[in-house]
């Protein structure tokens, strides 16, 4: 199983970090935009023919996670006229993206999941689970051929990776901010993430949607403090198998 890192910033776009959250994964000839953030789309096509997406999982109704999905919405409809493409997210998603897309036609077909669900997206089994962040939210559990990958999407600290089986292969973890600052409890700091990743024994730590005016350098040092090992800083276009 392969991850590429699409975009790292979190809540909104910056020069220095570029696109929101966004990430393909593939196993074989499978392959998965999971969240599809502001900016994203035009990274996932120097990685992926956008006609050969399985399919898609959106993990809650924040723009930063989801906005991009307007841009494969037209691509489909009118330049690849394909129609049926799969949406795993939570409840409502289509409707409250609506103000965006009028009409979505029979470009995408919906799945709603939430706390405890599974699918099976081509040779990719997910899982879900709620996370502590205010619009419904899930993280997403992937794996193929004995491999897992955990992404916590955005989560406030009353949720942990912890609801996952312990010793993820690779937890891709969201690290909003430093722990000295903490402007609202809708997201982790780094040291909470790192603490989080280490409490269910994930074997790497991927931290990812970092405020952009940070530095990011003093996220992925506190991170790996409080991992106790080496935390990768997730970065546009980074592609690494899990
Ligand atoms: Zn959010």
Redo the contacts with the bound molecule.
Sequence with gaps: MELTVLGRSG?FGAPGSGPCSGYLVRSGSTTVWLDCGTGTFPNLQRHLDPAELTGVVVT?L?P??CADLYGLHVLARYGLERAGIPVYGPAGLAGAMGGLVRDWGDTFTWHEVGDGDRATLGGLALAFSRTD???P?VAVEVSADDRRLVYT??TGPGWSVAAFDPGADLVLSEATYLHAHRPSG??LSARQAGEAAREARARRLFITHLWPTLDPLASAEEAAGAFGSHVTLAAPHMVTTV
């Design positions: 809540s809650h924040h930063d996670h962040h205010p619009p939210t999407s955005d809708l997201h």
